[in-house]
């Protein structure tokens, strides 16, 4: 699925064939960030010591705790500093043609049973839980079907951490 980001870097006005795109990154050295056009990008640190993300000359985001989103415009040049070490990081990129979304993460008790509303997407992060009768572990996800968007998850074992793609900001 690289084809459709390489043509919104060489054609930046033309419609993409995606509205929206969550991942996953293993980040092992600092460098640069790939720049998309017309995107609107959240990430978010899972694992590791954390990193600076530098926009342009001034700006600058210090990720240091898990689950924390940080928002910024696909377009802006980004570099990416390690602190001490690799990190993993959750990515998400909305085209900017599509309806907004957003990012959070979802802390659920031990044994408790939370219903998540608005729902595009589900990525466990920590833990385990159960939705619709399927046990989900570490970065399994569930993309949610009909027009509710709304799952109930509940916890297995011990507390756990989901990261939700709203289907609003």
């Known amino acids: 699925m690289v084809a459709p980001f390489a043509d919104e870097l060489s054609h930046p006005t033309a419609p993409p064939d995606w509205a929206w795109r969550l991942s996953v990154a293993d ?5 640069p960030f ?4 017309n995107v609107d990008r959240t990430i978010a640190l899972l694992r590791g010591n954390g990193f600076d993300l530098a926009h342009g000359s001034c700006t600058i985001f210090r990720l240091r705790e898990p689950y924390v989103p940080n928002e910024f415009d696909g377009a802006a ?14 990515n998400l ?9 957003s990012l959070q993460f979802v802390a659920i008790g031990t044994g408790l049973t939370v219903r998540i509303d608005n729902v595009a997407a589900l990525v466990v992060v920590d833990g385990c839980v159960t939705e619709s009768a399927h046990e989900l572990g570490y970065l399994d996800a569930v993309v949610a079907t009909g027009d509710s968007g709304s799952l109930a998850i509940e916890s297995q074992g011990g507390p756990a951490v989901v990261a939700v793609v709203s289907r609003h900001r």
């Open 93 to 101: 990129m909305v085209h900017q043609s599509s309806a907004a979304m």
């Open 27 to 31: 980040v092992a050295a600092s460098g």
């Open 34 to 37: 790939s720049t998309f056009h």
């Open 77 to 90: 040049t980004t570099h990416c500093d390690l602190v001490d070490g690799p990190v993993q990081d959750l």
